[in-house]
Structures are given as C-alpha cells and as structure tokens.
C-alpha cells in the first residue's frame, strides 16, 4: 500500500469522529460527563507523519467544528459549547474536547497557553519524535525540559 493510500485510509478512518454525538450537559454538574464523553484522541504513527500535512488535519478538524456546531444549533439547549484542542507529548495524541459554555473555563488544573489558531497545535503533534511510542530516556527529556 502506497503511502498516499495509506494517509487516505487513515482519515477514513477518522470519519466517525466527524459526526459523532456529542454530550449535552444542561448543569455546571455535568461538566465530568461531557469531559469523558466529548473527548477524542488521535494518533499518527511514524510512517505516516511523513505523508500528513497540517492542513490535512486543518480540514478534518474544520469539518469536525461544523458538525458539532450543526448539532449545538440544533440541540434543544440554550447554552453553547466550546471546542478546544490540545497536543498530549506523553501520550503523543491529538485530543480534543467539548465542553457546555455554561462552565465559562477549560477543566484545567494547569497554566494554559491559547494560540490564535490550530496549526501550532497541531505542528507540535507532528514535529513530535514520539508517534511510535515514548523511549524511557525521553520521559527523562520532557521531565528536565516541559514545555
């Protein structure tokens, strides 16, 4: 299998996320259902970095925004939700998550750093040399130097 058909078979795969349902919370209580129910995690292994652009993950993640605003339009709350997306180095995953606007603040217990659009994000997913799994010597590396 070509690389080209091999990077086509990978976001085929990932279609399902696209049009997943998402988890409505109407209370401030809700806000660990949605975390565990409206988080998605992807992965890329080492091969296939090579062939992936980050306007590849661009669209994806484009199409993924407006289903899920489709499904917030549409939903019977008056409340709506807030998307966000973020690299794990340790699990070497793209993660994303919904959450209801109702919360007001990421369910954080760390210092966040905003960007102004997801390609830093997502070239930080990419740049990474772990896609095949993280050697004990680089836990040592990420623990002398966090980003």
């Not at 399902?16 to 401030?28: L, P, Q, V, Y």
């Not at 652009?53 to 409340?79: A, C, T």
């Not at 997306?85 to 699990?91: E, G, H, R």
Request: with cysteine.
């Amino acid at each position: 299998m070509t690389n080209q058909m091999n990077k086509e078979y990978y976001f085929k795969n990932l279609e399902a996320i696209i049009t997943d349902i998402i988890f409505f919370g109407n209370s401030e209580q809700d806000l660990n259902e949605e975390t565990i129910n409206n988080m998605w995690r992807i992965s890329l292994d080492l091969e296939l970095v090579k062939t992936i652009k980050v306007g590849d993950y661009r669209e994806f993640f484009l199409k993924v925004i407006q289903n899920r605003q489709e499904q917030v339009f549409r939903s019977p709350w008056n409340h709506g939700m807030i998307f966000y997306l973020w690299f794990d180095p340790l699990a070497c995953q793209l993660r994303f998550n919904l959450i209801s606007a109702l919360h007001g603040r990421l369910p954080f217990q760390c210092n966040l750093e905003f960007v102004e659009n997801m390609d830093e994000i997502i070239i930080d997913f990419l740049n990474s040399p772990f896609h095949n799994g993280l050697p004990l010597q680089g836990i040592k590396d990420l623990q002398k130097n966090p980003k």
